[in-house]
């Protein structure tokens, strides 16, 4: 089984929303697998479904950015899951908007809900893809930009970036990361 988690806040205030942007790749991915998002369960939005013979789980944490190892934890813990069998995929205020880097370990580099996962699994090996949104203004306070949504201009390009996460994740299903890296960093 392989489980791929979106990170993001819940609730109609945070859609759209630059920090939102990993329930946007799940979203675009639950679409194109044909899985429903149709359980509450492991403190997240759920669903289960089948990628040829791998089964698939996609997550939406909904315990808040800054605690989503907990949910990805329990779903860990329940299948007995390996590091190797996850994916997150989040927003990174160090990539542009539109690009995505796809990375098999690293610190959480600030991230808080990465910061979660790390202090909930014990390790900072696990794949995940971070999908661009930019760095704020001069001037603009990090917290206020990241719950911000994009700008009007900005929207084909998180739109591309998200199509290009999800198939990525689609790509980790059938292969190795690392070869995944190599066709989309």
């Known amino acids: ?7 993001g806040n819940p609730g109609k205030q945070y859609e759209g929303t630059r920090h939102n942007v990993g329930f946007m790749v799940i979203d675009e991915l639950a679409e194109k697998l044909n899985i429903e998002l149709n359980q509450l369960k492991f403190k997240g939005l759920y669903g289960e479904g089948r990628f040829g013979s791998e089964k698939v789980a996609l997550l939406k944490p909904l315990t808040y950015m800054n ?3 907990e949910s990805l934890n329990q779903v860990m813990q329940f299948f007995k899951l ?7 995929i989040y927003d990174d205020l160090d990539t542009e908007v539109g690009q995505i880097r ?6 959480a580099g600030g991230h808080n809900g990465i910061k979660s996962i790390i202090q909930h699994v014990g390790s900072e090996q696990f794949c995940r893809v971070r999908v661009g949104i930019s ?4 001037g603009r306070k990090i917290v206020d930009y990241v719950l911000g949504p ?3 201009e900005e ?5 591309t970036a998200v199509e290009k996460s999800a198939a990525a994740a689609e790509a980790w299903l059938e292969e190795p990361f690392e070869q ?5 960093n």
């Open 82 to 88: 390996e590091l190797a069998d996850i994916l997150v």
């Open 135 to 138: 760095r704020p203004p001069q």
């Open 1 to 7: 089984m392989k489980l791929i988690v979106g990170l």
């Open 150 to 152: 994009f700008l009007a």
């Open 102 to 107: 796809l990375r098999l370990k690293g610190s």
């Open 155 to 159: 929207r084909p390009d998180v739109a």
């Open 180 to 184: 995944v890296m190599n066709k989309f």
């Open 67 to 69: 605690l989503s190892g």
